[in-house]
């Protein structure tokens, strides 16, 4: 069952007798904070070894076993599989048809609306459907402000209408960039919008989102300055390539919904979640570029550099890099036709 908004903090911190957990959207860091949130809810930890089992896109087929085992130390397990997509409806429908009384935590960034899993799991009535869409307007402005004053340090409102304006995209980051913001100013001080630009500025100009939105734009240059900044700050490799697969999935929506009558510019106001306003010339610019079949390459250049970048002793940096520059090279190509 899909479960709503205003239940969904008392579920994070009691998940009671439900057997599995999709979290899906276009947020990957709200993504990974709710699915810790639910490991800790159950387990106590979020890296218990005797409770806890992560498992990856590719390993979804041990989801059955792992869900039937019986923790060696007491307690509920958690089955937490990453990136998980509809290759795996028929494991995770075989777990929840057997024995065991794990919490089967499902990550699903991109899934599309009518997926298979999605439709398994809203079906069930001891499974749950939680969207993770990136925060915007009010909801934004009460994240701000809530992650500051938990730090003890206040906000203008001018400042409070900029942050807005720049940050919401991935929660992860967000949160990351709004502690340093506090960090900046210290406890009991004020953000202003000198600070705010002080600190967020140059993030918010280039930032792995920013690298994407270029790439798929044909933006060459622009794509390369914002990637290795966004690496600088912190970005994994294996982080780009996921990033990579959702925005481009995103695209694929949005150019479906073309092929149904749609223009550019209106595929990209109806896209959920919405496009940030000054992200969407971009957009639409991309959806000109990209043909339903080039999506298709683009997407499997991302999955095969994410499963690339998990290979022991991969030289995962270059193996990023290549895959957003193959996708820029190739949208330059389609700008200049």
């Not at 990957?28 to 409770?51: C, K, N, S």
């Not at 570029?289 to 499963?307: G, I, S, V």
Request: charged fraction near 25%; hydrophobic fraction near 50%; charge should be neutral.
């Amino acid at each position: 069952m899909k479960l709503e908004a205003r239940g969904i903090e008392a579920f994070l911190r009691d998940p009671g007798r439900a057997r599995a957990v999709l979290l899906y959207g276009d947020d990957v860091g709200l993504i990974r904070e709710r699915a810790g949130r639910l490991v800790r809810a159950v387990t106590g930890a979020a890296d218990d070894p005797f409770r806890v089992v992560e498992l990856e896109r590719d390993g979804a087929g041990a989801i059955p076993a792992e869900m039937a085992a019986l923790s060696l130390s007491g307690g509920r397990r958690v089955v937490r599989v990453r990136d998980v997509g509809d290759a795996a409806t028929g494991s995770v429908q075989a777990a929840l048809a057997g024995p065991g009384e794990a919490l089967l935590v499902l990550e699903g960034p991109g899934l599309q609306t009518k997926s298979k899993l999605r439709t398994l799991i809203d079906k069930l009535a001891d499974a749950v459907s939680i969207g993770c869409y990136p925060a915007e307007g009010r909801a934004l402005e009460q994240t701000i402000r809530g992650v500051l004053s938990s730090l003890q340090v206040g906000v203008d409102e001018d400042a409070l209408a900029w942050l807005t304006g720049q940050l919401g995209a991935d929660r992860a980051v967000t949160v990351s960039e709004i502690e340093k913001l506090a960090l900046f100013v210290g406890p009991g001080g004020r953000v202003d919008i000198a600070a705010a630009r002080e600190c967020v500025g140059d993030l918010a100009g280039l930032s792995l989102e920013d690298a994407l939105f270029a790439a798929t734009a044909g933006e060459v240059a622009a794509a390369d300055r914002a990637l290795e900044l966004a690496l600088a700050e912190g970005a994994a490799a294996v982080q780009v390539a996921r990033a990579g697969l959702g925005h481009v999935q995103r695209l694929q929506r949005a150019r479906a919904a073309m092929a149904d009558g749609m223009s550019a510019a209106e595929a990209t106001r109806a896209a959920r979640p919405p496009v940030f306003v000054r992200r969407q010339s971009g957009f639409s610019l991309a959806l000109t570029l990209w043909a339903l079949p080039a999506l298709e390459w683009a997407a499997q250049r991302f999955w095969d550099a994410e499963r690339a970048c998990k290979r022991t002793g991969a030289p995962d940096l270059t193996i990023a890099r290549n895959a957003l520059a193959g996708v820029a090279l190739r949208a330059a190509a389609a700008r200049r036709r």
